[in-house]
């Protein structure tokens, strides 16, 4: 059964079905317009036309067709005329300010398909492909992504755990990407956009009993983006949405954007140690400071309400509440080598011009903005944090969105100051915690689409006393700090008090060991809603390893051939025997070994566990 659209006006196009015309010779009745290879040649895209001059696309991977002829282009009055096609091979280099990694290659094949009313410029990577359009009068757009079969898919859920696995046939409405797909047991996709630079974030538009979607968004100027790997880790890894997006503008200089891990002040407030009750104040915050000072932990994020209620638009955004403190606590951190982030509601955001509260915060000596609860359609919002990220750049000040963001797509190759945002749900955030299958799948959905803030890193696994929520938290010890290493992020934000850190030194040195910007990231191994294995080597040459697994328990056998040859000291970081994510939490073992990059290690991951593992170079 094929679904094919019909043009009939610049704003309508028509779903006819055709049940007498089977796929194939649907596709055999396609007159061919141009071929497209990625640079290793197992990418081919296929571009065709109807007997009426519709263009469609088609995509095989490894000798295996994933996307049968699928609509492509805009809705025009008329189909439109083929004039012509060019196509070049471009091989450059990118060096980012910080990433998964220090060099990346830019390397692919793109074509530019000339009609006459409109282009088709797409592009062909070794790990997927890309189109948008250029010119053209058209509001809308005909993108169809018409499946090869009727596979497995896991979509992006806003603060909730991610919908999937669901067969695509099954899908129904809207789907919000990002959308991880498992074509085969070594064939996986992620269906997103990159460069939005206008226009409505993309949705996706189910068509019932059939493995297709539609775009329904009206028309943006952003590319079309379809991932592909051979393991779902291997979309983890990938660089092909900030690939997509521009280098910066002329005239930044992002040598000033530093990435690393960050205390954060909100998950504090009423814990009780020692005698002392920790507040969102200026002993408190000061507290905070001395600590991330002795383990050169870079930075300290204040959270809402320092300048007054966060949801009143009378609360000064640069006056009010403790604005006198904050700025006696930005000149205290300054002594110490620390940085620290302002949060901004978008009240404030709205009352009070946000040209001038990001430049005072600049001015202040703030290092970042933590910007939340953005009110306003979808592209509204896409618009107001294009230009707060900008506001930002131009006031050296980094920036973390959260409550609901514009998802990511690749801004952090023009914006290197975009460092994360809340794109999931985070732990311990909104009054709620997520299961340990939530994380092990977000990783394979919300992450690929960027950095994401997961607020991981939790050591006093009951919050007793906490003002804003004090649930258990279902995870081990063991895999709170894994979880820290695996979620990709600019600021690895950790929510905790200095003392429970103290109480647990091995995890404490895994955490504050992880030095960015990274030198390389590799997704070792994982399932999605399974679990998952991270490598990444920091700025200092000490690799890290993380693993994290669901609800089951399991063995996982780590390979370090990885690394460089050489010997390593590894500090292994393992659940106890009778640790689980809902009893004895806090129950780990520690060892120190002698390996080499031969060494395979075996992890016993308990029940919600993880396993962490620091590997430094012996001379």
């Excluded at 059939?210 to 592909?228: D, E, G």
């Amino acid at each position: 059964m094929r679904i094919l659209k019909v043009f009939v006006n610049p704003f309508l196009f028509l779903i006819i079905t055709f049940s007498a015309l089977s796929e194939a010779s649907f596709a055999n009745s396609l007159r061919k317009l141009a071929d497209l290879r990625s640079p290793d040649g197992k990418l081919k895209v296929s571009f065709t036309s109807g007997t009426d001059g519709a263009i469609f696309y088609s995509l095989m991977a490894d000798g295996k067709l994933l996307l049968q002829p699928s609509a492509i282009g805009l809705n025009v009055s008329k189909a439109p005329v083929f004039r012509s096609e060019r196509s070049e091979i471009v091989k450059k280099v990118w060096r980012p300010v910080w990433g998964k990694r220090s060099i990346v290659n830019d390397v692919y094949r793109e074509i530019t398909i000339v009609l006459d009313v409109y282009t088709i410029k797409a592009r062909a990577y070794n790990d997927g492909i890309a189109f948008r359009y250029e010119n053209g009068k058209s509001e809308s757009e005909l993108t169809e992504f018409n499946f090869a079969g009727n596979y497995d898919a896991w979509y992006y859920n806003g603060e909730n755990h991610n919908i999937g696995p669901e067969k695509l046939q099954n899908a129904k409405g809207i789907r919000k990407p990002i959308v991880t797909i498992k074509a085969n047991d070594d064939q996986y996709m992620a269906i997103h956009e990159a460069d939005l630079e206008s226009g409505e974030p993309l949705l996706l538009k189910t068509v019932p009993g059939h493995a297709s979607f539609l775009v329904p968004s009206k028309r943006a100027k952003a590319w079309r983006v379809i991932m592909y790997g051979r393991t779902p880790g291997q979309l983890i890894d990938s660089h092909l949405l900030e690939l997509l997006n521009p280098a910066p503008e002329p005239g930044y200089d992002f040598t000033w954007v530093k990435p690393g891990v960050a205390l954060w002040d909100w998950r504090i407030n009423g814990a009780e140690v020692d005698g002392f009750k920790y507040q969102m104040s200026l002993p408190s915050w000061k507290r905070m400071v001395d600590f991330a000072a002795v383990n050169k932990i870079p930075s300290l994020v204040l959270d809402a309400n320092w300048y007054g209620a966060e949801f009143n638009k009378d609360s000064d955004p640069l006056k009010g509440g403790k604005a006198a403190d904050v700025n006696e606590l930005i000149k205290y951190g300054k002594e110490k080598g620390l940085g620290i982030w302002l949060y901004l509601n978008d009240v404030g955001g709205k009352a009070y011009p946000i040209e001038a509260t990001i430049k005072q915060y600049g001015d202040w000596g703030a290092i970042g903005l933590k910007y939340g609860f953005m009110q306003g359609s979808a592209e509204e919002k896409n618009s107001k944090t294009r230009l707060i990220t900008k506001l930002c750049a131009q006031h050296h000040l980094m920036v973390d969105f959260h409550d609901g963001p514009v998802h990511p797509y690749g801004q952090m190759r023009t914006w290197p100051n975009a460092v994360t945002r809340e794109y999931c749900q985070a732990q311990l955030d909104g009054h709620k915690v997520f299961q340990p299958k939530t994380f092990v799948t977000s990783v394979f959905v919300n992450m690929v689409a960027g950095p994401l803030d997961m607020n991981n890193g939790v050591v006093d696994m009951i919050q007793k006393g906490r003002v804003d929520n004090g649930n258990p938290v279902p995870s081990t010890i063991v895999a709170e700090a894994a979880r820290t290493l695996i979620t990709f992020s600019g600021a690895t934000i950790i929510p905790d008090i200095p003392e429970y850190y103290n109480k647990y030194p091995e995890i404490l040195k895994f955490i504050t060991a992880q030095k960015m910007p990274w030198m390389e990231s590799k997704t070792l191994s994982g399932q999605i809603g399974e679990y998952i294995v991270m490598a990444r080597k920091a700025s200092t040459g000490n690799w890290l390893i993380a693993a994290a697994t669901n609800e089951s328990p399991r063995v996982l056998h780590i390979p370090l051939s990885f690394a460089e040859p050489g010997n390593y000291r590894a500090l292994i970081i393992r659940d106890g025997k009778d640790a689980s994510y809902l009893t004895n939490k806090e129950s780990y073992r520690v060892e120190t070994i002698m390996v080499t990059s031969k060494k395979v290690i075996d992890i016993e991951l308990a029940p919600g566990g993880g396993a962490c593992i620091l590997l430094e170079k012996v001379k």
